[in-house]
């Protein structure tokens, strides 16, 4: 309905017989510009519109409205991607009586817990534990400041133990071919700005949470500058690197130089 071309055969509607409207004519010209610049500007405000809606696309505010109708807060220097994962985990898999989810809800809640994940009957029947990656700024209480609100909030005959996870060490290595403009070291940079937002980001998210060499890749390709990559290894590998259960992922180390351009 708001397109150029609906918009377009209404002005020339509204305009009548008064003059001619035929493309190359200067109202048609006229009509023509004012038209594709209110089909641009419905476009916009339609796009944005859409995105606010819905927790995958919207942003700031509007995101934590959106966020807050779960009776879900933004944490405390939480970006918008981390508190959209979250939220979308919580509402995909809602806490229930003592399932998983729960256990989830109530560490989230303690201070200083960054990520964290349930795991139900690993030491037997009505056993859980309780996974936890401590943000920089944890207490060194933070484990017995954890066990005692989980053991207060949990169902009555349950175990539970809060488990520190273990990081994984993961050294990347990877060779670039860069843009003219582009410097080594801004690239390395900014890349590893983002695979450690990447990492925390996913941090205790799955069971046997897998980091792939493609993946990385393209996080790479993505760095203003870069041209190509070649030879991404993980460990020294360039398989998909598999964690095992209670850990997440730590950059360790990055090193990325530079080739030239084939020809």
């Known amino acids: 309905m708001n397109r150029f071309e609906s918009i377009l055969a209404r002005l020339k509607q509204s305009f009548g017989d008064r003059a001619s409207t035929l493309e190359g004519t200067v109202v048609g010209d006229v009509l023509q ?19 606010n809606l819905y927790l995958h696309a919207a942003r700031g505010a509007r995101l934590e409205a959106l966020c807050a109708n779960y009776s879900i807060l933004r944490g405390e220097n939480e970006s918008d991607e981390a508190l959209r994962q979250r939220a979308l985990r919580q509402i995909r898999c809602p806490a229930l009586a003592g399932n998983a989810a729960q256990y989830e809800a109530w560490a989230a809640a303690v201070p200083g817990v960054r990520a964290v994940r349930a795991v139900a009957g690993v030491q037997g029947p009505g056993t859980v534990d309780v996974y936890y990656v401590p943000t920089e700024d944890a207490v060194a209480e933070l484990w017995e400041h954890l066990q005692a609100h989980l053991e207060a909030n949990c169902p009555l005959g349950a175990e539970v133990l809060a488990l520190e996870a273990m990081d994984y060490s993961l050294s990347v290595n990877a060779a670039v071919a860069l843009k003219d403009i582009a410097v080594i070291e801004e690239v390395q940079a900014a890349y590893q700005a983002a695979l450690e937002a990447y990492f925390a980001e996913i941090a205790l998210t799955e069971a046997g949470m897998r980091i792939s060499p493609n993946r990385l890749a393209i996080m790479l390709m993505e760095v203003p500058g870069v041209l190509d990559v070649r030879n991404l290894t993980i460990n020294g590998k360039d398989n998909t690197q598999i964690l095992p259960e209670g850990s997440y992922p730590q950059l360790a180390e990055l090193r990325v130089s530079e080739v030239l351009v084939d020809g």
């Open 33 to 51: 510009a004012v038209a594709n610049e209110l089909a641009r500007i419905y476009s916009q405000e339609l796009e944005e519109a859409q995105q």
